[in-house]
């Protein structure tokens, strides 16, 4: 197939420049991390394939393992692969199975990118995901219908790239039959009963173009993709202000007297800096009930295993019983 006569090739290959000096990508096996490797080798960016078996799936994570080991041989591409018990860390940090294994994800791949002495992380995500990633926000409350960024700039000069994002998933499925491609299928992606953006897959965004009488998906993705911009230039603006101490502490003097709409900004961009996951209206609520000095409560328990403490006109977070440091850098990726 000649790269040139392709819409989809030209589209992802153009989008955002290309790391000639190399990824690491997040390779799953799966339809969309296969059609990413595909791609980078057709356009000549060196690769370091990552996969990461989460113990969840048995037999069926093992043979998407070995998927992905034949097919990076097949193309000459070095392959990592590294397991990890996500049952386990869930149940030991408080997170729901598709967070923790998310989170997972991302420390393994920052580490393989360390090892392999590259700065850019490459996942496939695609339009698609984002209207499910943006509906999936603002359920839950906290930062509305925030999406992803095609590129972001993550902790320890580590570069986040998601070329695919504004490619939908049927066009990737096409291009990957006419190159005679095979990929590996989660049967929990299909299920249902399984995680709750399935539920947003399979029934809802559906239901909501029927009712619309057109497709969503790209007046979604592009609508979180915009909102997305603001909230980072929000974040930029925030990390600029003085509203945390040199130990990385909320400073509560300087938000008194702010608005609300204000406070409640700066503390979800606290609990986001220092990695607290799924975040929701709720939680943000309730940290800032903590905020002025008559508060009845001086802590607040988070999920992953944080609780957020008011003391000496200060708001910091522990997990664990341990303290957590927090630095300035903001994340602007909305998922991982």
Request: charged share 25%; proline share 4%; net charge positive.
């Amino acid at each position: 197939m000649e790269a040139g006569n392709d819409e989809f090739v030209l589209l992802c290959g153009n989008r955002s420049g290309l790391p000639r000096e190399g990824v690491v990508l997040g390779l799953s096996g799966g339809r969309d991390s296969v059609a990413l490797l595909r791609l980078l080798l057709l356009h000549g960016v060196p690769v370091f394939a990552c996969h990461v078996h989460h113990g969840i799936r048995g037999t069926a994570a093992d043979e998407d393992a070995k998927f992905c080991r034949v097919l990076c041989e097949k193309f000459g591409v070095p392959y990592a692969e590294y397991r990890v018990n996500v049952p386990q860390l869930a149940r030991r940090n408080g997170n729901s199975l598709e967070t923790e294994a998310r989170l997972q994800r991302r420390r393994i791949l920052e580490e393989h990118a360390c090892k392999v002495g590259v700065r850019t992380i490459a996942l496939a995500h695609h339009a698609d995901d984002q209207a499910e990633t943006a509906l999936f926000n603002l359920s839950r409350g906290a930062a509305g219908a925030l999406g992803m960024q095609v590129v972001y700039r993550g902790k320890d000069g580590i570069t986040w790239w998601r070329p695919l994002l504004e490619c939908r998933r049927e066009k990737i499925t096409a291009w990957l039959r006419e190159l005679g491609q095979d990929w590996r299928e989660d049967e929990t992606n299909v299920s249902p009963d399984e995680a709750t953006r399935n539920k947003l897959r399979l029934h809802i965004l559906p239901e909501l173009s029927k009712a619309m009488g057109r497709d969503v998906v790209p007046a979604i993705a592009r609508s979180a993709g915009l909102q997305r911009e603001v909230a980072g230039a929000l974040e930029e603006a925030l990390a600029a202000l003085p509203i945390m101490d040199p130990q990385g502490r909320l400073y509560l003097p300087f938000l008194e007297g702010k608005g609300e709409a204000f406070r409640r900004a700066a503390v979800h961009f606290y609990l986001k800096l220092c990695g607290v996951p799924e975040l929701s209206e709720r939680c943000v609520a309730g940290v800032c009930s903590l905020l002025t000095p008559n508060a009845a409560l001086h802590s607040y328990n988070l999920p992953g295993g944080f609780t957020a403490h008011r003391a000496h006109k200060r708001l910091f977070l522990r997990r664990n019983k341990i303290l957590v440091k927090c630095t300035c850098v903001p994340r602007r990726d909305g998922r991982a």
